[in-house]
């Protein structure tokens, strides 16, 4: 109707008026010439945001003033602008089905496919043929899990899995146990990696995977890939590895690590939600139950037409990742030395959750003794933190993992999971210091138990009367 | 090999600068906060660690994809203006 008739005539003024907001140096507010731009440009995104006061946006209640500092990168990390450049091509002219084999849309899309998948392989050290798309780590850990056991159903029958793994190889693996399959979940130590010589004697003749985790999305642990690849490679067991949040962060060689099977997933790394890629060895050549069943994509073992923009975003992903590791490492770290000590500097009784050796820097996941972590999130608004992973923090209930690991009950109510990224910044750190020691100190002046703690009453050792 | 690396261009001190002075200006236009800020960062540390470089075929090639970056800059400066949400980040509304 109207919007289309305006449409061509809208988009030179808009060009206009966005150069012209380049060049004035001056912030947006007073200038009229932004508020035409805001009715003019206005995203179809800004509705939802009530964004009535200049700098003040309401949601859910709770009035935020300025968009939060973002440490949440275990839950999703933003997209970078080299990634997001690379996909755009690929929403506009070049829409092709990648398996459309007649004409020229197809061929190139098909190419970009390709050439995502050789970004993805050289990433983990494999062959780009080991490689297959899937809609991101979760798919990729069904079909590993279900897949792998229900081909060899014949012959193998029992998983190894530890208590600290993520949700949907621990939902998979239950899943298995109603279908009559044995499941052992290994404990692991306080330190939240798993003990090896368990790890070995819980391997049976009829073993059919292994499956460990990388990196853990809760507390950060690095589990030791090489030692644990090494003993499945001994005892001839597939090794799974959840490797969501390792890539791209930690080096990772499928050859050096012997790794099996893996999964990936493109949205922790800067690249695009909706994507992942499930690597399977070649050599020995392992096999799964495809879960997807249709057109006989990526090579059967995962049917659906290959998304082409999302898959070009995960591909650039994988390959600004292996050029920028050491470099994003390199800061991160200094950024979690700065965080850690900051806070420790100011607060009493504030516990890392995990090994502190074996560990991606990027996740600091820390408890407040006497602060319950759910009212210390309320309290940041300006920061975007999160208690645990984002899939259980809707439940009160304390994380699995930190009880895994042996936390006291009350002690896990009490963490916070911070995550640094590639786009955080030194400043960002020390607001978040601040805003951290105010607001505990804030919660434990009210805190009884706090109080009698500090007059060395050991909190465990009194009994509590009910009236 | 060696012949055709003598035969490229060597890189002036002025495209150099140039090229440095544009990412530069480039990132401090990105709409979003830790973006633009990423932007300089990278571009600063990124000549630092090539200061060192001296063979005249490595430094085309980093001056090569450094003005790739500052392409990609360029229309991604455009692209996160359009979308950018109404409000700004803390860190540049309390925290100047």
Known sequence: MTSKAMFPKLLPSAAGLVRRIFLSSRPLSSSSAASLATAELSSPLTNSVDADEEGIITMKGVRISGRPIYLDMQATTPVDPRVVDAMLPFYLSRFGNPHSRTHLYGWESEEAVESARTQVAALVGANPKEIFFTSGATESNNISVKGVMRFYRDKKRHVVTTQTEHKCVLDSCRHLQQEGFDVTYLPVRSDGLVDLERLASAIRPDTGLVSVMAVNNEIGVVQPLEEIGKICKEKGVPFHTDAAQALGKIPIDVERMGIGLMSLSGHKIYGPKGVGALYLRRRPRIRVEPQMSGGGQERGIRSGTVPTPLVVGFGKACEVAMKEMEYDGRRIAALQERLLKGIREKLDRVVVNGSIEHRYAGNLNLSFAFVEGESLLMGLQAVAISSGSACTSASLEPSYVLRALGVDEDMAHTSIRFGIGRFTTEAEIDNTIELIVHTVKKLREMSPLYELDKEGVDIKSVKWSQH | ?96
């Open chain 2, 1 to 96: 090999m060696a012949a055709s690396a003598s035969a490229m261009v060597v890189t002036s001190r002025a495209e150099l600068l140039s090229l440095f002075r544009s990412l530069l200006r480039t990132a401090s236009k990105f709409s979003d906060f830790n973006i633009r800020e990423y932007a300089r960062r990278r571009t600063i540390d990124g000549f630092r660690e090539n200061r060192h470089l001296s063979d005249p075929a490595s430094v085309a090639a980093a001056f090569a994809d450094g003005n790739s970056q500052l392409d990609i800059a360029r229309r991604q400066v455009l692209v996160y203006s359009l979308y950018a949400p109404n409000v700004k980040s803390v860190m540049e509304i309390k925290y100047k």
